[in-house]
């Protein structure tokens, strides 16, 4: 190896450090910032409406504490430590969505039953979309909770939904 090759693959190491140093959040993010990178056990976002001030979270982090699939959809929810404990909900639909039928999900703490966040959210998914994440309750540590996914066919026809109740109670 010549003398300048060493520099070049010094610069190399150099870029790849600091490349994976700044995707690793630091004490300042915020829960938003914290979760906007996703992971093997994540859910990447793309929801076209919600009830969370800033938006849905562009990925459910944690692991999954609940999954149904009935009704040709999938329904997961997931658990992570942060912010006094943190559920996610994804739901997906199994086959394709008509270019006028969306999806929504909605994840509430099983004890509230009104909808304001952050004990209750839910995301809508854009016209097409097969899976819609991020929608998220914080402070949820030895709470259980609900989720539903709800399918609502552009023909006019009624929506499908499948829901799980009172779980998750960490």
Known sequence: MSDGDGWLLLAAVAAITFAGASA?????????????????NSTINSASGSNIPSGPLAGCPGFIV???????????????????????????????VDSDSYLRTEI?????SGSSWPSYAYATGRLGQETVSGAYVTDANDLCVSANVAYYPGDGAPPQSISMRQFACR
């Open 24 to 40: 690793v959040p630091t004490g300042n993010s915020t829960l938003e910032d914290t979760f906007r990178t996703t992971g093997p």
């Open 108 to 112: 509430r703490l099983s004890s509230y």
């Open 66 to 96: 609940g999954q149904r699939t009935d009704a040709g959809m999938t329904l997961r929810v997931y658990y992570s430590p942060e912010s006094g404990g943190l559920n996610c909900v994804s739901g997906t639909r199994n086959s394709a």
